[in-house]
């Protein structure tokens, strides 16, 4: 009897260490899912890059760490997307052409005239869209395509499948993607993955190297402040207001880079500082980053109160987040340089237009544009979207393979789109056809970019 209650006791315990064992892995592997194609970073490539995935029948999973599609464009409050037409004709279309013009006309405004030349004042064809708008219709677009949308998660592993003993067939995955979302763990099994993190955050992950400056260029922070001031007053009270910005300035209430385009644009409603060092590709820089932003403004909105007409200034708005310029670049397959982009060169393997001036932002002055030379349009080659060494994953948007003068160009909402276009379709394809994206016969991706209204280098 004795010897009966030990093994009785013995299973039991046996049994209970199975059953907490399974309890507690639950978090972890319970919530494994699989898929064709997982895309990281929800902004402007993002959207695009998994909306083309899966209207070319691929299964996709779109990652976003906030709360809200758009990136720069709706969180970082740049809405004004630009640019698709070059020289006259349109030179970027597509998804997310698709995107702006229905935001557009959703809300009954006006795209500009895009056949009369702009000269160097590029910003005429810029397309200021509604942001709440744009969000939605976004997220719409995704959602009709097919794409599953999983908001507050984060990457936090990437592991290879390619030489797992369980990893074997024709229909074998190639990545284990780890994410975190509010204290839980969650898996992603897939065979492509598109990092349009705008830091590369996911090539890292998986290996990649990355290029940065010593230095990075500032942020913008979007915002809206009503002087509520007599302005015709406020010009001839000039003198006795920059006085009044000096003595701010040496009590070190307000700072230079506050007031970026000067005392009397604020004044007038030209409400936008620069964050010199904006960087978001950690948690702690991009806390830091933004916490400056919205105390320049608060600077900004109490200098104001502090003049003579400006005591009823009032925030009238602001951007959830400080728009960031560059942090890393992913070194792909090649590296597009300035001369290349300045020289409209074609590869055999451009696949997506980019027409913008190198904009480098560097200092308190702002920047001088340097626009392409007339009938000039940069082009992008594949291989810039492949990083360097690893099979399986692409890289869009913002930190594709370039140098820092031609990424200042590269990095724009509508160049961002054309390049996740094309690695939504190569992925999609890849993930289909069970090879590696550079194992693509380019004239294939062509001809799929073209069945979905994108505008292909002949």
């Not at 898929?35 to 990281?40: E, K, P, R, S």
């Amino acid at each position: 009897m004795k010897i009966t209650m030990t093994l009785q006791q013995y299973f039991v315990s046996i049994l209970t260490g199975l059953l907490l064992f399974s309890l507690f892995s639950v978090p972890i592997f319970a919530d494994t899912v699989h898929c064709d194609v997982v895309v990281v970073g929800g902004g402007s490539a993002g959207i695009v890059a998994a909306v083309q995935s899966a209207r070319c029948g691929a299964k996709t999973i779109l990652i976003e760490a906030g709360f809200q599609l758009g990136g720069n464009a709706t969180t970082g409050g740049v809405n004004f997307p630009g640019l698709f037409h070059a020289w006259g004709k349109q030179v970027i279309a597509g998804i997310g052409w698709e995107l702006v013009e229905e935001t557009v006309q959703l809300n009954h405004d006006l795209l500009p005239d895009f056949f009369v030349p702009t000269g160097t004042q590029h910003w005429k064809h810029q397309i200021r869209v509604n942001l709440p708008l744009y969000v939605v219709l976004a997220e719409e677009l995704c959602l009709k395509s097919g794409v599953e949308i999983r908001y507050f998660e984060s990457p936090m592993e990437v592991i290879s499948l390619k030489s797992s003993s369980t990893n074997s067939g024709t229909d074998k995955e190639n990545w284990q993607l780890i994410t975190v979302s509010q204290g839980e763990k969650r898996t992603i099994r897939c065979k492509q993955m598109i990092d349009c993190t705008g830091n590369g955050t996911l090539c890292a992950l998986a290996g990649a190297e990355r290029m940065r400056e010593n230095t990075i260029q500032p942020g913008t922070f979007q915002y809206s402040i009503r002087s509520n001031m007599d302005i015709a007053k406020a010009e001839t009270q000039i003198a006795d207001i920059r006085k009044h910005y000096e003595e701010a300035q040496k009590a070190n209430l307000i700072k230079p880079e506050d007031f970026r385009n000067g005392i009397m644009a604020v004044i007038k409603g030209d409400n936008s500082n620069y964050v010199f060092g904006a960087d978001n590709s950690t948690g702690i820089l991009r806390t830091e980053t933004n916490i400056r932003g919205r105390q320049s403004m608060l600077r900004v909105l109490r200098f104001l109160q502090s003049l003579p007409g400006g005591e009823n200034a009032k925030l009238i708005s602001m951007s959830a987040e400080v728009g960031v310029r560059e942090t890393w670049r992913v070194k792909g397959r090649y590296v597009i340089t300035a001369d290349d982009y300045r020289s409209g060169k074609v590869w055999a393997d451009s696949l997506a237009y980019a027409f913008y001036p190198i904009d480098l932002h560097i200092n308190e002055t702002g920047v001088r544009p340097a626009h392409l030379k007339e009938g000039v349009v940069a082009t992008i080659p594949f291989r810039a979207l492949l990083p360097e060494n690893i099979d399986h994953l692409l890289v869009a948007g913002r930190c594709i393979s370039s140098d820092r003068f031609a990424n200042s160009a590269l990095r724009v909402q509508a160049t961002c789109m054309s390049s996740g276009q094309v690695t939504g379709a190569a992925a999609a394809l890849s993930a289909l056809k069970n090879i590696a994206p550079a194992e693509l016969d380019i004239a294939t991706i062509k001809a799929t970019l073209k069945e979905h209204n994108a505008i292909v280098p002949e």
